[in-house]
């Protein structure tokens, strides 16, 4: 069924706004999204390292202030408090928004220092910063109270890296060094504002840099691998990194350590995260270790391993040890010898039996008496079994003794 006029009509509003008021607000901003990039105050910033297309004008016409600003921003896009705005390679701090349904606004200041320091890791943290020695008391009469010379308010906007400024902590701002006396998170939400004394510039403070207890916070990081510059690993085996890891020469507990193979590596070792070699493939192989940017290596020769020869005897406690006869019980010990002839301490031993012709389990009983010994008991005759004793540590290596079950004549 075809639509009427006034359904048609009615449609065609709906697409800007159910309400008269949604329809004015959705044809304002397309007004605005039309003429934005005509102004003369449009310009291209980044907010908070994103780009973005605002509108520039002056915050207040009667009372100019070159150091703060009103943007203005697309319908479609935002600010809000706290956020940091490069214009014209410098960097502006806004500490105030008005949220109109048309499009969202914000007040602008322009940070004229930035407080610097080094965290926990040595690292260097850049807090762009307004820095205030007045506070404004009438907007209207643009009238301010001057604070004491020795005291400054810094607002900055409130983000990890200024969450991680505590009181006490120390700045150079303006060649001058000054110390946190107290910080207010609370009043002006997405701003911390720090109340800073004058302090003295020490030893410690690096003023060509422009950072507060520089030497003192600096980390000179150096990681050692205790076994040495290179090594031989036997092919097969393993071997555990010994490493020590230091920061401002104190010994780090627990350091964060990544080891990787250099060039050529892969193949030949192998390591693990906990820094455990693997020798491969005969060759050689360097291993990184690495511990906040500083490295140490070592050089690891897979070489092949000397082949012992072992000796393996299995002999009965009882004469002749090649048979048994019925119902009789003999001792069997295995023994295991370097090839100079020294016995082989704590060898282990599994018994087995492998049967001849005709022969089954049902012919004899072996009981296995110790690491080294069993006891073999004939129960039927005539057979032919093998007594076999296998070394638990190598088990391709055994020692076998054919015997027979015989009667007792």
Not at 170 to 187: C, H, P
Not at 230 to 252: K, R
Not at 320 to 344: C, F, I, L, M, R
Not at 349 to 378: M, R
């Amino acid at each position: 069924m075809a639509k009427d006029s006034w359904q048609v009509y009615q449609d065609r509003l709906n697409r800007s706004g159910i309400t008269p008021k949604d329809r004015l607000i959705t044809n304002a901003q397309r007004v605005i999204n039309n003429q934005f990039t005509n102004s003369p105050s449009y310009q291209i910033v980044t907010i908070n390292g994103v780009s973005q297309e605002v509108q520039i004008i002056e915050e207040n016409i009667l009372y100019k202030d070159s150091n703060k600003k009103r943007l203005l921003c697309k319908p479609s896009e935002t600010i809000s408090v706290g956020d940091i705005i490069v214009w014209n390679s410098e960097n502006w701090l806004c500490t105030d928004t008005d949220n109109i349904e048309v499009y969202k606004k914000g007040i602008i200041e322009k940070c004229d220092d930035n407080l610097l320091y080094l965290d926990s890791a040595g690292e260097l943290v850049t807090v762009p910063c307004v820095v205030n020695d007045r506070i404004l008391m009438n907007v209207e009469e643009n009238r301010y109270y001057i604070l004491p010379d020795n005291q400054v308010w810094v607002v900055v906007g409130d983000n990890d890296d200024s969450a991680a400024i505590a009181e006490d902590m120390r700045f150079l701002l303006g060649g001058k060094a000054y110390k946190v006396v107290a910080i207010d998170n609370i009043t002006r939400n997405g701003l911390i504002t720090f109340k800073m004394h004058f302090d003295s510039i020490v030893e410690d403070d690096n003023t060509a840099l422009g950072i507060a207890n520089y030497t003192s916070r600096l980390h000179t990081y150096m990681i050692t691998i205790l076994n040495g510059a290179s090594m031989e690993i036997t092919l097969g085996d393993n071997l555990q990194l010994q490493v020590e890891c230091t920061d401002n020469d104190e010994v780090v507990t627990s350091p964060d350590i990544t080891y990787s193979l250099a060039t050529g590596a892969t193949g030949i070792v192998s390591v693990s995260t906990s820094g455990l070699i693997s020798a491969d493939t005969l060759g050689s192989g360097t291993i990184v270790a690495t511990y906040n940017e500083e490295t140490d290596s070592i050089n690891v020769d897979v070489v092949a391993g000397v082949v012992e020869n072992f000796v393996y005897s299995l002999v009965g406690n009882i004469q002749p040890d090649n048979e048994v006869k019925y119902n009789q019980t003999k001792n069997y010990a295995a023994t295991k010898k370097y090839s100079t002839g020294t016995e082989v301490t704590g060898s282990m031993f599994e018994f087995s039996i492998v049967l001849g012709t005709g022969a089954s389990s049902s012919n004899y009983l072996l009981t296995t008496s110790s690491d080294t010994q069993c006891v073999l008991k004939g129960l039927q005759y005539p057979y032919s079994i093998s007594l076999v004793a296998t070394d638990q540590d190598i088990p391709a290596n055994s020692v076998a003794k054919a015997i027979s079950l015989k009667g007792l004549l």
